[in-house]
């Protein structure tokens, strides 16, 4: 699309939104503070590079062989260089454990070390953005019996919580090289496919490995823990140990943060409508978004309710120097890249669009009981020119305009993806 077609589409935009009240200038200024952690773990279907070839495990799935995967270091990094060039503002890199650079040695996860993740500490700071990170505690003959932090195998669980506090201390020294907080989540696959009987006493493990593996506090500026509770995973369908009681209490007793994934939910329930009863209870959250169909079958997300509703409450409550933004998604069955784009797109797309709510005037209408102007209203803010204001920030952040990116993703298909 030309600059002056953007241009001429935003300046109408820009006197429509004006008239209800919104400023598309300022909500293009404040996208600067929507800083999205991009999931390493889509460029690979959640391989890592312990092995040559690692078998998914722990409930969830990456389904699809589309060519193209990433199977080194170097072509991981290749394809985040080019997701960051296509997507507006500043993102974050978010990195699982097993994808340490092992060099070839075989390193197990109760040995990993911050020499292991140095160069993607320089790539970082290259890139000039920050890091999260995550402990791995699936894909590994340890957790093959179904549990981890929660085993009642005491050498299984002396395992996973070393390979906690060493994930957690290497965080700090990300946090501490990058000059910006890492935020380390720690998820667990630890459940029961059928009826267990004794689920406090896997409870109880869990909050045991917990408390030792947190043992450490690292100043804040450093790194910050998050836990992320799940209803249930393939194979794991009656319990799960880290359930949403568990870590909400765990994360409000202990100051920690809640990680909010919303494939982790039953599917009528909106994580956007948590997002301000956590946020009564503890600091910060973290967020997993991702779009699941039926399940958590972690698939690209999308522009949709779930998503905006997502960002709708974060943006009506200022709310975003108090939540951490992550994907969570992968989809193997399309171009890896594209899908990664077009996930990310959309989760930033979502934030612009709450941005572009005139929220006062709503709440305004709520109070007044004028419950009918205020459902008018929502239905007509969908059709706003919410596109010409985001084809104009793109524009102004020098990324490909509207469709312009799907060229781009193609070209690099032909150049690199499809040369693997
Ligand atoms: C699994 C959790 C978890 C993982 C990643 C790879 O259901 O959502 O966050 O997807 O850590
Ligand atoms: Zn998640």
Same mark, same amino acid.
């Given at each position: 699309?030309?600059?002056?077609?953007?241009?001429?589409?935003?300046?109408?935009?820009?006197?429509?939104?004006?008239?209800?009240?919104?400023?598309?200038?300022?909500?293009?200024?404040?996208?600067?503070?929507?800083?999205?952690?991009?999931?390493?773990?889509?460029?690979?279907?959640?391989?890592? #590079?312990?092995?040559?070839?690692?078998?998914?495990?722990?409930?969830?799935?990456?389904?699809?062989?589309?060519?193209?995967?990433?199977?080194?270091?170097?072509?991981?990094?290749?394809?985040?260089?080019?997701?960051?060039?296509?997507?507006?503002?500043?993102?974050?890199?978010?990195?699982?454990?097993?994808?340490?650079?092992?060099?070839?040695?075989?390193?197990?996860?109760?040995?990993?070390?911050?020499?292991?993740?140095?160069?993607?500490?320089?790539?970082?700071?290259?890139?000039?953005?920050?890091?999260?990170?995550?402990?791995?505690?699936?894909?590994?003959?340890?957790?093959?019996?179904?549990?981890?932090?929660?085993?009642?195998?005491?050498?299984?669980?002396?395992?996973?919580?070393?390979?906690?506090?060493?994930?957690?201390?290497?965080?700090?020294?990300?946090?501490?090289?990058?000059?910006?907080?890492?935020?380390?989540?720690?998820?667990?696959?630890?459940?029961?496919?059928?009826?267990?009987?004794?689920?406090?006493?896997?409870?109880?493990?869990?909050?045991?490995?917990?408390?030792?593996?947190?043992?450490?506090?690292?100043?804040?500026?450093?790194?910050?823990?998050?836990?992320?509770?799940?209803?249930?995973?393939?194979?794991?369908?009656?319990?799960?140990?880290?359930?949403?009681? #568990?870590?909400?209490?765990?994360?409000?007793?202990?100051?920690?943060?809640?990680?909010?994934?919303?494939?982790? #939910?039953?599917?009528?329930?909106?994580?956007?409508?948590?997002?301000?009863?956590?946020?009564?209870?503890?600091?910060?959250?973290?967020?997993?978004?991702?779009?699941?169909?039926?399940?958590?079958?972690?698939?690209?997300?999308?522009?949709?309710?779930?998503?905006?509703?997502?960002?709708?409450?974060?943006?009506?409550?200022?709310?975003?120097?108090?939540?951490?933004?992550?994907?969570?998604?992968?989809?193997?069955?399309?171009?890896?890249?594209?899908?990664?784009?077009?996930?990310?797109?959309?989760?930033?797309?979502?934030?612009?669009?709450?941005?572009?709510?005139?929220?006062?005037?709503?709440?305004?209408?709520?109070?007044?009981?004028?419950? #009918?102007?205020?459902?008018?209203?929502?239905?007509?803010?969908?059709?706003?020119?919410?596109?010409?204001?985001?084809?104009?920030?793109?524009?102004?952040?020098?990324?490909?305009?509207?469709?312009?990116?799907?060229?781009?993703?193609?070209?690099?298909?032909?150049?690199?993806?499809?040369?693997?």
């Amino acid at each position: 699309m030309s600059k002056d077609l953007v241009q001429k589409a935003y300046d109408i935009a820009k006197e429509q939104y004006a008239a209800i009240g919104v400023d598309t200038d300022a909500a293009i200024a404040k996208m600067k503070d929507v800083n999205i952690s991009l999931h390493c773990w889509q460029t690979d279907d959640v391989g890592g #590079f312990e092995t040559a070839d690692s078998d998914l495990s722990g409930g969830i799935q990456a389904t699809g062989n589309y060519p193209g995967k990433a199977t080194t270091i170097a072509e991981v990094k290749a394809d985040l260089e080019k997701v960051l060039s296509l997507l507006p503002g500043t993102q974050r890199l978010n990195l699982h454990a097993i994808y340490g650079d092992f060099k070839g040695e075989k390193v197990d996860r109760d040995q990993i070390e911050v020499k292991h993740f140095q160069s993607w500490i320089d790539w970082c700071k290259e890139q000039g953005i920050g890091m999260d990170f995550n402990a791995s505690c699936f894909s590994h003959p340890r957790s093959a019996d179904g549990f981890t932090l929660s085993s009642k195998d005491e050498e299984n669980r002396k395992f996973w919580v070393e390979h906690l506090k060493r994930c957690r201390a290497m965080s700090a020294e990300m946090g501490k090289q990058l000059g910006s907080p890492c935020v380390h989540n720690t998820w667990i696959p630890d459940g029961m496919k059928d009826t267990p009987i004794d689920r406090n006493g896997y409870r109880i493990q869990l909050k045991k490995s917990l408390d030792e593996a947190m043992e450490i506090d690292y100043p804040k500026e450093h790194m910050k823990d998050a836990v992320e509770s799940k209803l249930f995973g393939i194979g794991v369908e009656s319990m799960t140990v880290g359930s949403h009681d #568990f870590y909400m209490g765990y994360a409000i007793k202990n100051n920690k943060l809640i990680c909010l994934d919303n494939g982790h #939910f039953h599917p009528t329930e909106q994580v956007g409508d948590k997002i301000s009863s956590v946020l009564q209870f503890v600091d910060e959250i973290l967020l997993h978004i991702t779009r699941p169909i039926r399940w958590d079958s972690d698939h690209v997300v999308t522009l949709n309710e779930d998503v905006q509703l997502i960002a709708s409450e974060i943006i009506r409550n200022d709310f975003l120097s108090r939540v951490n933004i992550g994907l969570d998604f992968f989809d193997a069955s399309i171009n890896r890249i594209g899908a990664y784009v077009t996930g990310t797109r959309a989760s930033q797309k979502a934030f612009l669009i709450a941005m572009l709510e005139p929220t006062k005037s709503l709440v305004e209408m709520e109070e007044a009981g004028q419950n #009918f102007e205020r459902l008018a209203m929502l239905e007509e803010l969908k059709t706003m020119p919410f596109s010409a204001v985001w084809d104009y920030y793109c524009l102004k952040e020098n990324v490909p305009v509207g469709m312009e990116y799907i060229a781009e993703i193609q070209e690099y298909e032909k150049e690199v993806l499809f040369k693997r």
